[in-house]
């Protein structure tokens, strides 16, 4: 079973404000306030898709988005300049458009294990577990 | 132009789809069609949260609408 899903961040061209994530293996599209919002925003939606097709009895890798949203993924991956420290996407989050991160989708319960914890707080740790499990050396890829 | 999630709910059903609300504390909504496949539907203002044309797209893709004739129903 794959364990490692791509997905992509962009800024919304419609919403300000807004990142559109897209988890490509899955062709799962939501949005998210901030990076980290919307880091948190696709994990869910995915692991929804995940827990629904498992369900049915569906193979979710069978969604994977079309080609041109996979060449996206390529584009940055070949751009040498494209890579940034994770732990600067916070202070540069205005400074860049779209970027990508390769990491485990976490169970649900995962993602909401201390419910009193303020949202912000949860948004925070869960772009954490992202970052630690990027392929990319604790980086992700921008442009 | 974003378009609101109620909306795409009330386009989506018209086809057929059954509508789920978001559970708990859970920012998703999600689509299920006849032979159970789901979508999952922002849901993190409710019924108000806006969509755009990339999230129109591959809703139709995921079920194989003509996007031009869903957003006419939007």
Redesign the interface.
Known sequence: MKTEFWFLFERSEQLPDTWVAQCLDLDVVTYGRSVEHALEMVLEASRMILDEDAEAGLDPLARRAPKEDWDKLEKLRQAPKAYIPVGMMNTRQDDFRIFAVQTEIPKVAQVRRRPAVKRGRVAVDVAAAAVNNSSYGHSAIAL | ??YAVRDVKRAAEARGILYYPKKG????A?L?GP????Y?L?S?NGLK???????IR?LC??YEWDMDEFIADL
Do not use: L, N, R, W
Not at chain 2, 35 to 38: H, L, N, S, T
Not at chain 2, 49 to 55: A, L, N, S
């Open positions: 132009m974003p504390k859970g920012s998703h999600k299920k032979a159970g496949k789901a999952i922002p993190h949260t806006e969509v755009d044309d990339i999230y591959k893709a995921c």
